[in-house]
């Protein structure tokens, strides 16, 4: 290799690994609600609506769900989606959890549909019993190496870059809002209510 492309090899591979570490950290908990039942932390500020002319449409999202179902979010057009990227090794994962549980059933009604994205758990079994052991009850995408997080997203769009992550389709099926820390449910219902809500 030519020294004149060392500092572009090392600029890519910097890059890369910080993309990399962006997308698979998995926050240290603070201001999570823990399972002794401390209060979670407002992550208000962290919510990213998007307004509504600006709104785009999601890639491709749909594959095999971890019970071995076929699932596309575009069959759910006309409901809002709330899509959670999550991971059964991941504690602020595990501390939104009971809060996702409570509030798709609560907004199933009002047209609210939930949809997990499993991610970089290397087989389905630790989610499958995360899924029971939190009275989970949606779907969710298996997404073993994260290529529906990294790829079902237009560039310049709200993604998920963390975990967990939320994005929240409008019924028309386009981003418009993300969070990317956990969330209680008071802060969930600020992120869909007025999605569920909108004219």
Not at 160 to 183: F, H, V, W
Request: glycine share 10%; charged share 25%.
């Amino acid at each position: 290799m030519s020294l004149s492309r060392t500092p572009q090899v090392a600029l890519l591979t910097t890059l890369v690994t910080a993309g990399v570490l962006s997308l698979a950290s998995c926050g240290d908990g603070e201001g999570a609600k823990s399972e002794g039942g401390d209060r979670m932390r407002s992550v208000a500020g962290d919510l990213s609506p998007v307004p509504k002319r600006e709104r785009q449409l999601p890639n491709e999202l749909k594959g095999e769900t971890l019970d071995g179902k076929q699932l596309d979010i575009a069959d759910f057009k006309g409901k809002v989606v709330v899509i959670n990227v999550w991971g059964s090794w991941c504690p602020p994962c595990r501390a939104e959890a009971p809060s996702f549980a409570k509030v798709a059933k609560d907004t199933k009604a009002k047209g609210a549909v939930f949809v997990g994205i499993n991610t970089r758990d290397h087989s389905r079994e630790p989610a499958i019993a995360f899924e029971k052991d939190y009275g989970v009850e949606y779907d969710s995408l298996y997404d073993p190496i994260g290529k529906l997080v990294l790829n079902g997203f237009p560039k310049g769009s709200l993604n998920p870059q963390a975990i967990p992550s939320t994005i929240a389709l409008d019924r028309d099926g386009r981003i418009a809002a993300r969070a990317l820390r956990p969330l209680s449910g008071g802060d969930l219902r600020k992120m869909i209510d007025p999605l569920i809500t909108e004219k």
